[in-house]
């Protein structure tokens, strides 16, 4: 047997799941506000995109070949100062160090842009990223730095945290909401209210630990 | 030309899929991955010449959309990778050895390998959907196909890089 048969044959044992997906999209197809797709990563950065604080300092740093940003992000109720730096490269944002990096060592794919902050245990951590936006006709480009910004703001928080004692709470700007003992059928509603901004949360309860978090100004998901 | 979403998911949804698997390895990544794909298509006018240029373009929407996928913290809660291929139901004992030893290449080279082994693209056809070089494309394969015959010895055979 060749190489591309074993090759074929062990990832035929992959499968889309019972077109559960091909629902969500007629659902979503159906939505009359495209803003907040049935998809949970989708809805989880129209979420967070509000968490963004408002006045980003940024300084630049043209020996890095990009631009350095100071954000502020929430992690679990606490507002934190992480520093951006994006990088533009010719192909696409990658930058040369990870890339070389990458080469060498087999590292995880190269960068666009790196966040680093400092958690709450007082140890430095960082991630890093990059992407493309499609166009509504297909066409592929760079993301820019708003789109950057707003799918880091969309990234790190992790909006339901599960307590060892098995405690669901929901966090939001420094809002920490225990939900554990509010779902019915799986799924928690509940709305929440921030300065002059309120937000209706849907969280479904998907086994396995793992929550699915959309959130909506004009009400609660369907 | 055009297809309907419902034609598209039935035709190339396990394709999909699977290709968006072998890049962000999260099932519910690759999930979603397929779902926003489709949409892309649905919310997209742009005009295909045949079935085989949609296929390609739904393809290269899905890796890029699978790699941005890579780069979300928020999956903390997820399912984990071993207890989804533990639930996998393999023809052949060393199926399971070979997608293990997919998924531990790096990103880039599990996405050139896929497009060549599963999908059968060209390094000129992948080189195209990658937005890279043809050279690129054969350092990849190249590289991927020793980091494979490494891990699975016998299992896998030498090719011409």
Redesign the interface.
Known sequence: M???E????????????N????E???M??NRKH?RF??????A?AVMIAALLVGSLTAAYATDLGGVRQMVTLWFHGRATDAQVEVYTGE??GVDAEYQAE?DEE?????ASYVVTWTDENGEERQ??????A?E???V?RPLTMDEYLE?LA???????E?SEDGRVTLYWYDIAEDITDRFEDGVCRLTLTHGDETLYFTVMDEG????NVSAAADGYAD | MRQSVSHLAEHWGDSLYRAAFAVCRNPQDAEDVVQETLLAYYRSDKQFDSEEHIRAWLIRVAVNKAKNATICFWRRNRRSLEDYMDALTFEDSGDRELLDAVLRLPEKYRVAIHLFYYEDYSVREIADILDTGEGTVKSRLSRARKLLKAQLTEEWDDEQS
Not at chain 1, 6 to 17: M, S, T, V, W
Not at chain 1, 37 to 42: D, E, N, P, V, Y
Not at chain 1, 154 to 160: D, T, Y
Not at chain 1, 208 to 211: L, Q, S, T
Request: glycine content about 12%; overall charge negative.
């Open positions: 060749s190489n591309r074993k090759y074929k044959r062990a990832f035929q044992a992959l499968h889309a799941p077109n559960e997906w091909l969500a999209v007629n979503d197809m495209e797709s049935f998809s949970r990563r989708a989880v192909d696409g990458d087999g590292s995880p794919a190269p991630m890093m990223g990059g992407g493309v499609l509504p006709n297909g592929e799918d969309g990234s790190p928080a992790e909006m339901v599960v396995d630990g793992a929550y």
